[in-house]
């Protein structure tokens, strides 16, 4: 079916950055909107930033300015570029893509295994 395969989460110093990868693979016909959620210990999944097919964004008030999502339309692939991160930002990153496969007419929502992203201070 759809597979999505993060990468990039990993250990940074506060003030430091990291750039999560999620590329989508399978038996795509389209992809409307992508978009990363996180989810810390004890706390819900919430949405980070998403981002649709033509390139308009949403941010969460905690990471404008300091974060900024992008897509490569013909890779599959969105990208989240996080920068002067927290120690709050530690959480697992998780990829999402509303995703209509070739014999089915209409969107489902995929997600990634996660990625851990862990900020020290």
């Known amino acids: 079916q759809v597979q999505l395969v993060e990468s990039g989460g990993g250990l940074v110093q506060a003030g430091g950055s990291l750039r999560l990868s999620c590329a989508a693979s399978?038996?795509?016909?389209?992809?409307?909107?992508m978009g990363w959620y996180r989810q810390a210990p004890g706390k819900q999944r919430e949405l980070v930033a998403d981002?649709?097919?033509?390139?308009?964004?949403n941010y969460a008030d905690s990471v404008k300015g300091r974060f900024t999502i992008s897509r490569d339309n013909a890779k599959n692939t969105v990208y989240l570029q996080m920068n002067s991160l927290k120690p709050e930002d530690t959480a697992v990153y998780y990829c999402?893509?509303?995703?209509?496969?070739w014999g089915r007419g209409f969107e489902l929502p995929y997600w990634g295994q996660g990625t851990q992203v862990t900020v020290s201070s």
């Open positions: 981002i649709t097919s033509g390139g308009a964004t």
């Open positions: 399978g038996s795509i016909r389209s992809i409307s909107a």
């Open positions: 999402n893509a509303r995703v209509a496969t």
